[in-house]
């Protein structure tokens, strides 16, 4: 038996009708959240009423520093718990990968670095003697010809090389 399809409009239907539950929903929240934050409004700050002479306008002064300090206070604690368990978390999840045995490689970017440059940044400002690879390469010296050919009669020079005793000369000469 084959599954009946549901129609365009009836999937939009009951679409639409999902989206005004979930909007009724999300208004709800908003307004118990609201109801919540003046509860506690009410319950931790009290109406102010400012009395008239001086003293008690200094005396009402201290009483809100004081106040404002244990507020700081625990902030502070909270932040500091905070900040230990965001660690601990990150902790056990490097366990955790640690346990699963897979890691994802980063990509490595080709950079392209002096050896004294790569130095300087591994070691910082302790790096100071330079490091000159190319400087303990073998050196090879060419050999420079200073023998000149004694400039003579051209004649003569062609007489020699005629005929195969003056070709042999000549690829001996050379070689």
């Not at 118990?32 to 109406?47: S, V």
Request: hydrophobic letters at 35%.
């Amino acid at each position: 038996m084959s599954e009946k399809k549901m129609t365009s409009s009836r999937k939009h239907h009951l679409k639409s009708l999902l989206l005004q539950i979930a909007h009724g929903l999300l208004e709800d929240e908003a307004a118990e959240e609201e109801q919540e934050k003046q509860r506690y409004m009410e319950d931790n700050c009290p109406t102010l009423s400012l009395p008239g002479s001086m003293q008690d306008l200094q005396e009402l002064c201290r009483k809100l520093h004081q106040q404002i300090d244990a507020i700081d206070e625990q902030r502070y604690d909270m932040e500091t718990k905070v900040a230990k368990s965001n660690k601990e978390i990150d902790d056990l999840k490097i366990k955790v990968q640690d346990l699963k045995g897979k890691f994802k490689k980063p990509a490595l970017k080709k950079v392209r670095m002096s050896a004294d440059a790569m130095l300087q940044a591994l070691l910082g400002s302790k790096h100071k003697v330079s490091l000159d690879l190319r400087a303990n390469l073998k050196q090879v010296k060419k050999e420079v010809k200073d023998e000149k050919e004694a400039v003579g009669d051209w004649r003569k020079n062609i007489e020699d090389k005629a005929g195969m005793d003056g070709r042999k000369k000549m690829f001996e000469s050379e070689a």
